[in-house]
Each structure stands twice: as structure tokens, then as C-alpha cells.
């Protein structure tokens, strides 16, 4: 029997938390079914399973919203990765990464591993406006949507560094320094040395689940960087090993039988 076709569990567990609208459920459905399509707020939570080289891993999708906010830390147990998602053009979706989303982690693996992603790239660097996959929204689309007037949110913490100062567009409030520093206070958290952590160029990132940018690195990166993890996990297996009644019924009836009656 092939070894994938034995795993009937994930190996590892990766979780998207972060404000309702940003864009969590879009950056699943880009990866997952290569498109950009319609959402409604999520309800309680989701997931996905990915096949990743002989492993399973399993991706959650959660709710942003409020009311639903008793879930999070539930979702988290056992996590290996969180994705701390916040909206590129919303100061306000960042601060809550910080303010309610990050205590949710708590329940995560000692070993988690933390990405901070920006979404939305599409609506304030011309970078991430092209359509990354064949069958991503065309450049019409994209161009008919950065004329329309954009209604922002409020932004009750000025930016950092305001955006007209580094020539991009004016709907940017957070800047990929400001995502960087949150990492680091992120590892201050978690009590973890700067030193001995993945740094923050490589764990924070851009995205837009619209046009398909970075995406792709996103999910790839950290399924790449949880291997260490699935591999720690199966060795605590080993250790405590339980019965694999495939093997037994393969081992032949007679065996089977006599430690049977
Ligand atoms: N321009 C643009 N819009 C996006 C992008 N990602 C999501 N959106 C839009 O943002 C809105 C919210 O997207 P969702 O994926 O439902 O957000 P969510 O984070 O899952 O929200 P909750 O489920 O309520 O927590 C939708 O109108 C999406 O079409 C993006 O990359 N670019
Ligand atoms: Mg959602």
C-alpha cells in the first residue's frame, strides 16, 4: 500500500486568523481552486486538506468576525503555523491583529511558526495587479476596479510611515515595515530571540487573493517550513505506537487468530 494512502489524519495543522474582510476565505479559495470568486463571512471556521508530497496537511479557514471570537483559540490548538492576515489598505486590521488575534495563538504548537500577511496588494501596488494564473480576473477587471472610488476604514492610529513619503499609492496604511515590526513584537510574545527565529523578510508577506499575487509562495513557504514539524510529530508516534489493523489483517489469518481466542 502506497505510504499517502495509510494517512487517513493530518500531519499538521495550519490556521488563518485576522479581521473579518480581509481576505482569508479569498486567499484559501486562490490557492485552493486557483480563482478569485465571491464570499460571505465565514461562520465559525473551515478547513481544507492539502496533499503536500506524502503529507497531509490541513489548512483552517476562520472567522473574523466578533461574535465568533471564542472559537479562535480552539482552532489554534495543536497549530504549526498561523497565518496572521490583516488588509493592506485597513491600519485598523492590523492593530487587531495584535489586540485580540494573538493571545488566540496560546494554544498552538510550542513550535509554531508565525507568517503576517498584508492582502489586498492588488489595491495599492501595481506589482500585484497582475493576474497570476491563466484563469485570474483580466486586466480590464482589475483596471475597472483601482478606478473605482475606494471607501476606506476608519484609521484611528495614524500610520507609521505615511504612504505618500514612499511614493505608493495613497490607499496603502500599513507598510511591509509596519507588518515587520509587528513580527518582531509577535516574537517578543512568544518570548522567542530574534536570533534563533525565522526572520521577518522571510515570514512576512504581500498578498492579493484577487489577481493570485504571492499566494502561492505564501502556502509553499510555510508547508516547506512545517516539515521539521510533521517530522517531530510522527517520531512522537513512533514512541507511543498504537495498532495498525491493515497490518494485522495483512499479516495473515492464522497469526491473527491465534492471538484472537
Ligand atoms: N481587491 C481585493 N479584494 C479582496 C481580496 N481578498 C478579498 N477581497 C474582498 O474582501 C472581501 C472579504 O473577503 P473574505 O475572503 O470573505 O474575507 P474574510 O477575511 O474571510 O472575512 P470573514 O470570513 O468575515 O472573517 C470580499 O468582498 C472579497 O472579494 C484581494 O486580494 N483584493
Ligand atoms: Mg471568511
Known sequence: MPEASKMKKPDVKVVLLGDMNVGKTSLLHRYTERRFKDTISTVGGAFFLKQWGPYNISIWDTAGREQFHGLG??????????ILTYDVTNWQSLAELEERFLSLTDTAHHGCIYAVVGNKADLTDSKAQ????????????????MTK????SACPTPPASPASLSGMSLNKQVTREDAMAFYGRILRYKGLEEKGSLPAEKMCFETSAKTGYNVDTLFETLFDLVLPSIL????????????????????????ARSTCC
Open 73 to 82: 483559540s480552539m482552532y489554534c490548538r495543536g497549530a504549526s503555523a498561523v
Open 130 to 145: 497582475l493576474s497570476q494564473d491563466s484563469d485570474g480576473v483580466s486586466e480590464d477587471q482589475i483596471q475597472e476596479e
Open 149 to 152: 472610488p475606494q471607501v476606506l
Open 232 to 255: 517531530r510529530n510522527r517520531n512522537e508516534n513512533l514512541q507511543s505506537p498504537t495498532v495498525d489493523l491493515e497490518e494485522c489483517r495483512g499479516a495473515g489469518s492464522k497469526r
